[in-house]
């Protein structure tokens, strides 16, 4: 079965062929980093806009690059929740438009749960039942993954997502968008252990999930004060900095996902989202398992970050239990709880 995935939650339009769920025939990103870096951080219209002019060069990109053309295609599937509706909307049209005249199904995906399939890209070992942290820019979440389609989410967050948080403490460090990946680059020469920046673990046994505390607490710390504004300190070098917060949000992180993993009694725990390309996180949340006797897992960097090959992946398990959307599908913004 080859699949035509398409993925526009966001700011990357992506286009992939995938056949029989894990053979990835054609993985096409058009990122657009550069049109929101001016602006620290993604801008809704700007974001729609993109989409437009990128998402028919990027399906005939992915076509070409798999050798194949829409006849040959046996599904049609696109990530229609959640993300941002106008974005949402591009891909969703073009998928709807291209089933409709090649006569092909349909099948929707979540983009949140495409990040727990990930992993099943290039794995053909056993894996799940799995706890799953997800973190990105947009979510940060630990599901309960009993098979590829079937997920509960056991928290959320309350306020920033943890990429969310690393992208507005880089605008406040003065050090661009986004703000994840310098971040982790510079932390890598700092003390993890120089500033004792906050961590918030809500109420007690939580797996929700509250970051805007810690971004407050850097910007206080940046200007050289406590947290009622009263000067307090000198501050610590740029890499002591953003090593600390690093390291504040990944105790978070792994703590969570450890205390989720040991509540459902799995043997298995999974990476997704862009902030799994975090080397810190990788790390840290390795080192757990394995004293826990877990196994981790974790997308390569690229599908971690949005495609649309896990789209594709995914919605060959969905067309097998003939979950087909219709032609009337629609974006759904929101991250739906009962639903995923």
Known sequence: MKILGIESSCDETAAAVVADGNIILSDVVASQEELHRKYGGVVPEIASRAHIEAILPVIDEALATAGVKLDDVDVLAVSNRPGLVGA?????SAAKAIAWAVRKPLVAVDHVRAHVYAYC?????????????????GHTLILHAQSPTQCRILGTTADDAAGEAFDKVAAILGLGYPGGPVIDRIAGDGDP?????PRSYLERGSLNFSFSGVKTSVLYYWKGQDGRGRAEHERAPLADVVASLQEA??????????LAAERMKVERVMLGGGVACNSRLRLRMKAAAEERG?????????????????VAGLAHHLALENNF??????PKPALIRSEL
């Open 249 to 258: 949000i990944v105790d978070v992180l792994v703590d969570k996902t450890m």
């Open 121 to 137: 890209l290039q794995s053909h070992e056993i894996v799940f039942p799995c706890v799953v942290l997800i973190a990105s820019g």
């Open 325 to 330: 959307a219709s032609l009337d599908l629609e």
């Open 294 to 310: 877990m196994h981790l897992m974790a997308p390569p960097p690229r599908h971690c970050t949005d495609n649309a090959a896990m």
């Open 88 to 92: 949402l909307l591009v891909g969703v």
């Open 193 to 197: 252990n120089a500033i004792k920046f």
